[in-house]
Structure formats: C-alpha cells, structure tokens
C-alpha cells in the first residue's frame, strides 16, 4: 500500500504564505510524478503544479507566478510554497503522485487534502 499525507494548511489573511508539504510512504520503487491539485465544493478538482523526478515542473493557470513546487527525492516529499495568496485560493489542496511499487505496477495516488482557507 502507498500513501500519501500532506500537511502545512490553514488559515491566512489575503496576501500571505503558505508551505505544503506531502510524504509519500509505502511499497515504493519510485516516483515519477508529484503534484498539487485543489477543490473547492461545487466546481471540479483542478491542476495547480506538477514536478517530474527530473525537476521539470508545470503550472495551472490559476496560480502560475505565485507558487512554486519542488521535492526532495531523498524524502519521496513535494512541496508547493504559496504566495500573494487570495480569497479564492481557498480551497482543499491535493497531493498527487504516479509511483512504481516494488512490485513493478504503476499506481496513482492521492492525499487525503489538506484545507487553506484564505480570509481577513
């Protein structure tokens, strides 16, 4: 079994940071990739970034230029350091991985979310 656990959500006034942080644990081989989505009820679950192994990252629309996403490999562990966070941020943030298992089979795995909420 594999897991992933996130953690570093809150609350936040307008215009302040944030650090997610997601461990990934379990019958690893490797990871290939790691990301962030986010949910807010009634609208559908959308990217925010993704981060290859390699490091070759990608960004949504939606928060491009105020985040940035990394990982450490040594750790199996993404990051998404949120910035100029705004009322609409708020959502229920999502840890993503694509992990080969030891057992050589290909799984998509996800958090269970962690919740920032954005508000004065």
């Known amino acids: 079994q594999v897991h992933l656990v996130e953690s570093g959500g809150g609350l936040v006034h307008p215009g302040g940071s944030l650090r997610l942080s997601c461990a990934a644990s379990g019958s690893i081989f490797s990871i290939n990739n790691m990301g962030w989505y986010r949910q807010t009820p009634g609208k559908e679950r959308e990217l925010v970034a993704t981060?290859?192994?390699?490091?070759?990252?990608n960004y949504g629309d939606s928060m491009k230029g105020r985040c940035t996403i990394s990982r450490d490999n040594t750790q199996n562990t993404v990051y998404l350091q949120m910035n100029s966070l705004k009322p609409e941020d708020t959502a229920v943030y999502y840890c993503?991985?694509?992990?080969?298992?030891?057992?050589?089979?290909?799984?998509?795995?996800w958090g269970q979310g962690t919740l920032v909420t954005v508000s004065s």
């Open positions: 993503n991985a694509y992990i080969r298992t030891v057992a050589r089979t290909y799984l998509e795995v």
């Open positions: 981060i290859i192994s390699g490091g070759s990252t």
